[in-house]
């Protein structure tokens, strides 16, 4: 159940001269990936690469997370995470990969736990439609956030404290579970406060790397996902991760590579899985690889304007929106497939029409061998052009694999933080925005921010038609 990458298609000697990856100048790079290895184990654990830890030391944790997830399987028939970002992505990807793509339309009897929801907006027309479907008085709230602050997640947060308190009084704190800091934030004291029930986010776990911490886990364990599988995957991947020669270490090849691909002008990063199951892992990749990699300074404070763009994609239906794009444009992307080796379901096409062979000669194949080819063809038609691409194959979509797919991206990160020599661990260009936001509604504190913003220049009508 290994997962497998192939980076075949990353290389000159298939894209054509100038148009890949050379063998020498992989080669070139094998100093660096050693280094680029030996930092972040030196680090392993600490700081904020604390999630590297997370797939050994939950024990405890996870037998907590299981008995909650029991109980509220028990009395509830819709749980909801309230969260943004890191507290978000994961819970949505790990639930869309490892459950049946219509879940939450399943009868309750075949359902493996409640009806399922991330809310991870604050558009009010979307507040009310999730009001409209749920039964509060039925429904366990998640508020997940790592800094305890955040003001979508906070106000959405509001909302529901208010109604569950009006619809069941005291009962109200059995309807919250917050999941955040253990010694900081604003979400802590409101829950010991309240009596909400608490898991806690690893201090040196930053959002985007909190999948496989009480972040993800619970969530994961409410409907019915072996979370115990999905850490024992993430471990798998680590020990994988813990040679420091890049030709056996698959998320240390990857960097290497991608890092190269920068310095070739392919500063798009095209995340294509073929499989329905796996379309929310390019939204978590993508937050992971932007907010990470997306950097104004290096480490040494020196102005670089860093970082690869993610952009997500979904074969086979987007062979029929961007491939034209990738196959035609410029030479500025790098596309990962995602590949599933066996899927969970063989559909087999009707015969038929048989008076009409452009259509009759798909009947009798399999669907499988359908997405199968259509993925072939489209990595042939990009490598045709000279285009880069690999591929990484999910023997089967499982808690297992997920669990290493999930923590390969998370070193590959951790990777091209050292190769870009920044930090991959914070986001200080969100902060603006964030405070911007907090004058504009009139934190208190934020009075100077105010005035800047009042200051701005006006916006000239000419401009505006
Ligand atoms: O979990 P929190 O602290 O609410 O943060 C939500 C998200 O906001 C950010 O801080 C900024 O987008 C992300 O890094 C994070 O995942």
Redo the contacts with the bound molecule.
């Keep these: 159940m290994r997962m497998r990458v192939d980076f075949n298609y990353m290389m000159e000697e298939f894209t054509g001269a100038g148009r890949g990856i050379a063998k020498s100048a992989l080669e070139a790079k094998r100093g660096a990936a050693l280094a680029a290895h030996k930092a972040v184990e030196l680090k392993r654990g600490k700081g904020w690469l604390e999630w590297m830890s997370s797939p050994y030391d939950q024990g405890e944790v996870v037998k907590e997370i299981n008995a909650m997830a029991a109980d509220i399987r028990e009395k509830n028939d819709y749980f909801v995470v309230l969260?943004?970002?890191?507290?978000a992505l994961g819970p949505s990807a790990v639930q869309k990969a490892l459950n049946h793509i219509h879940y939450n339309d399943l009868p309750g009897d075949k359902r493996p736990g409640p009806i399922f929801y991330v809310e991870d907006n604050i558009d009010p027309e979307r507040m009310q439609a999730l009001l409209d479907v749920i039964d509060i008085k039925k429904t366990v709230f998640n508020v997940?956030?790592?800094?305890?602050?955040?003001s979508e997640?906070m106000s959405q947060f509001l909302i529901v404290k208010k109604l569950l308190e009006d619809a069941l009084g005291a009962d109200a704190k059995d309807h919250i579970i917050c999941t955040t800091s253990s010694h900081s934030g604003s979400l802590l004291p409101i829950a010991k406060k309240e009596g909400y029930r608490l898991l806690f986010v690893p201090d040196g776990v930053?959002?985007?790397f909190s999948e496989l911490c009480p972040v993800g886990l619970l969530p994961a364990a409410v409907c019915g996902i072996d979370i115990e599988e999905l850490l024992a995957g993430a471990a798998y991947m680590d020990q994988l991760c813990r040679v420091e020669d890049m030709d056996e270490n698959p998320a240390l090849m990857s960097a290497v590579m991608m890092k190269i691909a920068i310095e070739m002008g392919r500063n798009i990063s095209v995340m294509m899985p073929y499989a329905d199951s796996l379309s929310l892992m390019s939204d978590w990749y993508a937050?992971l690889w932007a907010?990470s990699l997306g950097k104004l300074v290096d480490n040494e404070g020196r102005e670089v304007r860093t970082g690869q763009t993610p952009v997500k994609s979904l074969g086979v239906t987007d062979q029929h929106s961007q491939v034209q794009l990738y196959t035609e444009g410029p030479f500025d992307k790098v596309l990962t497939f995602l590949k599933v080796g066996e899927y969970r379901t063989t559909y087999t096409i009707s015969e038929g029409c048989e008076d009409v062979p452009s259509v009759s000669f798909l009947g009798g194949h399999t669907m499988n061998e359908l997405i199968q080819a259509e993925r072939d063809a489209t990595e042939y038609a990009l490598l045709k052009l000279g285009k880069m691409s690999m591929t990484i194959t999910l023997p089967e979509v499982n808690a297992f694999t997920v669990g290493q797919l999930l923590y390969y991206f998370q070193m590959e990160t951790a990777y091209m933080g050292e190769f870009l020599n920044i930090d991959a661990f914070n986001?200080p260009g969100?902060e603006e925005g964030k405070n911007a936001t907090y004058a504009l509604l009139g934190r208190p504190g934020y009075e100077e921010k105010k005035a800047e913003l009042d200051a701005r220049p006006p916006k000239k009508d000419e401009y505006i038609i």
């Design positions: 969260g943004i970002g890191g507290s997940i956030s790592k800094s305890g602050n955040t997640t930053g959002g985007r937050q907010e986001q969100v």
